[in-house]
């Protein structure tokens, strides 16, 4: 049941930092001139990629300390 409990969590962790991102894109980026939705999107999108995979690798690093 780890694993599940780590997928839930990181599932959690990651979708709220998405829509956390959107809203924060959404309010700044006007600031300096970029207004598409579809833009946000994408470069939230990235974001969450990199986030997901600085988890990941942060996860193995102490999993593997630990051993």
């Known amino acids: 049941m780890i ?9 959690i962790d990651v979708g709220s ?3 956390l991102a959107i809203i924060i894109q959404l309010t700044i980026f006007p600031l300096f ?5 579809f833009e946000n999107f994408q470069i939230a999108l ?3 990629i ?3 995979t600085r988890s ?3 996860r ?6 630990k051993q």
Do not use: Y
């Open 17 to 19: 930092g998405f829509f």
């Open 50 to 52: 990199v986030s997901m």
């Open 60 to 65: 193995r690093f102490f999993r593997k300390r």
């Open 56 to 58: 990941a690798l942060w």
């Open 33 to 37: 001139d970029l207004h598409t939705i």
């Open 3 to 11: 694993i599940s409990r780590d997928i839930v969590e990181s599932i």
């Open 46 to 48: 990235i974001f969450t």
